[in-house]
């Protein structure tokens, strides 16, 4: 990968269009999900918006993906066709110009104006076939005197998606092979999936067969608790396991009733993850009627599952192999013989496996689906030059730090005693106010750590040590803190300065030094890299992670995710980091980055303080402090005055004061948690401008043995560590080998 660029670039935008989204399920939604995350990975200039035109705005704001950068409902609560059809309108024609491609991927417009609003407005126009709507089968549904207008209306779009021959075929006889594309739906390849067998109380040697669908009358998993029966006969020990929605109330009540007792039947409900699932399983069976792809069927191949299927001519008899990957059916005698059979060959079910495998990766992988769709918008040129070779990162989308959807605010137990924690920036020193320097990795400062030891010491503190790369790959670095790590004196976790984490593949500049700014790939390449060398350096992962700068991005979250950390302090409140779109957060409150409470945001300590701060002047503050106000001098003024000021919580660039009475402040407004911050280089005279000479390191280290008193003795405070609020137990240090500095 070869990003030679520094300043960012235009952005082309696209909108999806969607009738139904979540909390509604639908197929092409979970497609659009997973083909975005991959699609901002190789073109991360181009960005993704999606427009549900009938799915109502949910109360509660959704947390479904972290790559689509807005989701718009376009209504708070169902309505008229009229209705929408008139809000359809006004909305394109008030929104438009912030697009170049507009994908409708469900036929949503029956007047066809918004489509001509869009041509209108210069935007390339494209139209998705994915279930029983092709243009035949639309044009079909106006009264045959309107046909003909349906036909100019189609005409509209500049290209036609069809996602399985069939669906092709039709359109492509109407609108012409040029402006039709077959493009299958990708599938996410997996990555290290973990079985699902222990959670659902399966044993090792039960045979698995698993439907992955919404339980409805079209999928038809009623068909195969039916068949059931048949199967125990022979093999007692099967059980089938159903992972989907509940889309059908009725068809689910027959579903539980033809199941009956005996625990063979499961129904696991609606996953955001399935992967799991398709490792638990020992083939894949689908019976549904209708499809316009079946994802399921070659995503389940990818796992190296062997399928048994309906037979959907045209549709999935191209990928499904009869006996090379799998087995179709066309009735209950086919589809059990085929389960039999495979059930009593484990060498048939592997062969089976294996060849699917390969021809899912080869012809249905998502990276290739999304190059393919980028093509289709006009896109191309917005692609990683290295995109072709590039492998998938196999990240997810379902977690966020700068977009508030996803943000759950962690619960606190009433009355809980304050607890301070203490993180030290653990990096390089180098000059602020130069140009990025690969070459300015000098770590000569950790050697001066132990003069606020002394003060942590004293107090019964042990501070969480965030380490770059620099200092973890140079002995200078690592050495006090693999001494004080084996005393239980301290935790290490790790913190990205891009610009001297390998791989350098970015040109330096104030835009790349934050790492949210590079593509997904190039920070998971970097993060990686990091994380490793911490491992390698201290015997153990780390599991919390800053962003140096505070400059997380879109997918920083998933990164982490992805790597094992269970915890981030990248936010700090109030003081958005310029050049870089967010992280932002209304408060220091610990809060979940992700719905399944997996992943922890732990921010820094930071607060609008003064009699003002609570009113509506607070909506303003953003403006006050924004750098360009400085010259005003606004912000000093109300400080002066009492009214509002801005603190956080260190010693760098605060008054002992300040700190106290940003903290009274949090205290009153029934904050719990509260995070202390500085760099590791101010323990060095003349390496931050926080700290120039011997007499400023004395003020310093004073500020914290003071306040460390004021926390325990006025705020009646404790003293403690990440993993306290993260409610985890500290991991116990494994000594590492010696090693030699990594270049």
Not at 79 to 108: E, G, K, N, S
Request: glycine share 8%; proline share 7%; with cysteine.
């Amino acid at each position: 990968m070869s990003l030679q660029r520094e300043a960012p670039v235009k952005r082309r935008r696209v909108l999806h269009v969607l009738k139904y989204y979540r909390p509604a399920f639908t197929g092409e939604g979970v497609f659009l999900e997973r083909s975005s995350a991959v699609m901002d990975e190789i073109a991360p200039s181009v960005a993704h918006d999606l427009l549900v035109t009938h799915t109502p705005r949910p109360e509660e704001p959704q947390a479904a993906c972290s790559t689509l950068r807005r989701v718009i409902h376009l209504s708070e609560r169902d309505m008229p066709a009229w209705q929408r059809h008139l809000r359809m309108a006004w909305w394109f024609a008030t929104h438009l110009h912030r697009y170049d491609t507009v994908h409708v991927r469900t036929h949503a417009d029956w007047y066809f104006v918004s489509y001509l609003l869009a041509r209108l407005a210069g935007c390339r126009l494209v139209l998705s076939a994915t279930l029983d709507d092709s243009l035949p089968v639309l044009i079909g549904q106006y009264r045959p005197s309107l046909r003909f207008v349906a036909r100019r209306g189609f005409g509209l779009f500049h290209a036609f998606i069809g996602i399985s021959p069939k669906l092709y075929g039709e359109s492509s006889g109407l609108a012409g092979a040029a402006r039709c594309h077959l493009i299958p739906c990708g599938v996410t390849i997996p990555v290290g999936a973990v079985s699902a067998r222990p959670a659902l109380g399966i044993a090792p040697s039960d045979l698995v067969l698993l439907f992955v669908g919404g339980l409805c009358r079209r999928k038809d998993p009623l068909f195969l608790v039916q068949a059931m029966p048949r199967i125990l006969e022979q093999y007692p020990n099967a059980r089938l396991v159903l992972v989907g929605p509940e889309l059908e109330a009725e068809e689910v009540a027959a579903i539980r009733q033809a199941a009956g007792p005996g625990g063979h039947v499961i129904l696991a409900g609606e996953q955001r993850d399935p992967h799991p699932f398709f490792a638990a399983a020992d083939m894949l069976v689908f019976g549904s009627h209708l499809e316009g792809f079946g994802t399921v069927v070659p995503e389940a191949m990818a796992h190296g599952l062997p399928v048994v299927v309906r037979r959907l001519t045209g549709v999935n008899d191209d990928f499904v192999r009869q006996g090379e990957t799998g087995f179709l059916f066309d009735d209950a005698d086919e589809y059990v013989s085929a389960v039999l059979r495979l059930a009593g060959s484990s060498a048939l079910r592997s062969r089976l496996g294996k060849a699917g495998q390969r021809l899912a990766r080869a012809e249905f992988g998502m990276h290739r689906a999304a190059t393919r769709y980028l093509g289709v918008y006009g896109a191309a040129s917005a692609l990683d030059q290295n995109s072709e070779t590039a492998s998938e990162t196999g990240l997810g989308c379902d977690a966020s730090i700068i977009n508030p959807a996803f943000h759950t605010p962690m619960d606190t137990k009433p009355g809980a005693r304050p607890m301070l924690l203490t993180m030290v920036d653990a990096e390089e020193a180098f000059d602020w106010s130069r140009p990025f320097d690969r070459g300015a990795v000098d770590v000569t400062a950790m050697a001066a750590q132990h003069r606020a030891h002394r003060v942590f010491e004293r107090h019964g503190v042990v501070p969480l040590y965030l380490a770059d790369y620099p200092v973890v790959t140079q002995d200078a670095g690592r050495a006090p803190l693999r001494e004080w790590l084996a005393d239980g004196r301290c935790d290490v976790g790790a913190h990205m300065h891009p610009w001297v984490t390998p791989p350098y593949d970015e040109a330096l500049g104030e835009h790349n030094s934050f790492a949210g700014n590079l593509p997904a790939a190039l920070e998971l390449a970097k993060a990686r890299r990091l994380t490793d060398a911490v491992g390698d350096a201290f015997g153990q992962p780390p599991r919390i992670w800053r962003s140096g700068r505070f400059g997380a991005g879109p997918r920083t979250a998933d990164i982490l995710k992805s790597l094992g950390y269970l915890a981030d302090s990248s936010v700090l409140p109030l003081w958005p980091a310029t050049g870089i779109a967010g992280p932002a957060a209304p408060s220091s409150r610990p809060f979940w980055l992700d719905r399944g409470r997996r992943l922890l945001e732990i921010p820094v300590s930071a607060a609008l303080v003064g009699r003002l701060a609570d009113g509506s002047l607070r909506h303003v503050a953003p403006h006050i402090f924004a750098p360009g106000a400085v010259r005003l001098r606004l912000a000093g003024a109300l400080a002066r005055l009492g009214l509002l000021e801005r603190i956080r919580l260190t010693p760098e660039g605060m008054t002992i004061a300040e700190g106290k009475r940003l903290t009274r402040h949090m205290l009153a407004h029934g904050h719990r948690t509260f995070v202390l911050t500085y760099h590791s280089p101010s323990l060095v005279p003349g390496n931050t401008p926080y700290v120039r000479d011997a007499a400023a390191l004395e003020r310093f280290l004073a500020w914290l043995d003071e306040f460390y008193s004021f926390f325990r003795e006025e705020a009646g405070g404790s003293f403690g560590r990440w993993q306290d609020v993260r409610g985890i137990t500290p991991q116990v240090p494994v000594a590492p080998e010696p090693a030699e500095a990594v270049p």
